[in-house]
Nanobody
Framework: QVQLVESGGGLVQPGGSLRLSCAASGFLFDEYTIGWFRQAPGKEREGVSC?????????FSKDSEDGRFTISSDNVKSTVYLHMNGLKPEDTADYYCAAFAAGWYRPDCPELAEYEHWGQGTQVTVAS
């Protein structure tokens, strides 16, 4: 059974940093595609970043459009991280990680509807 567990959210001041973690289990973490999404109150869920890893060592990753959020993975820990810097109040949202067809490497970022497994989310609040 695929399970994704997010952690690392919290309250942070504008300009601060957070590192979110997505711990994955239930599938082999040598071929994977994991995405980070966020959903602010009253808004639709939107993609932030994604990363894919392959058993041959290939890695594809896409950071946030403005470059403030970067993504990385630790295959030993089966964990994907979202490093968030220069946080702004508009980054306040629930952040979710999702797995695309767990166990499948894909060198692009799938659309939201293509992800099959979701975590429960972690809340990030940016306020002074």
């Amino acid at each position: 059974q695929v399970q994704l567990v997010e952690s690392g959210g919290g309250l942070v001041q504008p300009g601060g940093s957070l590192r979110l973690s997505c711990a994955a289990s239930g599938f082999l973490f040598d071929e994977y595609t994991i995405g980070w999404f966020r959903q602010a109150p009253g808004k639709e869920r939107e993609g932030v970043s994604c990363i894919s890893g392959s058993s041959d060592g290939s890695i594809f990753s896409k950071d946030s459009e403005d470059g403030r959020f970067t993504i990385s993975s630790d295959n030993v820990k089966s964990t994907v991280y979202l490093h968030m810097n220069g946080l702004k109040p508009e980054d306040t949202a629930d952040y979710y990680c999702a797995a695309f067809a767990a166990g499948w490497y894909r060198p692009d970022c799938p659309e939201l509807a293509e992800y099959e497994h979701w975590g429960q989310g972690t809340q990030v609040t940016v306020a002074s």
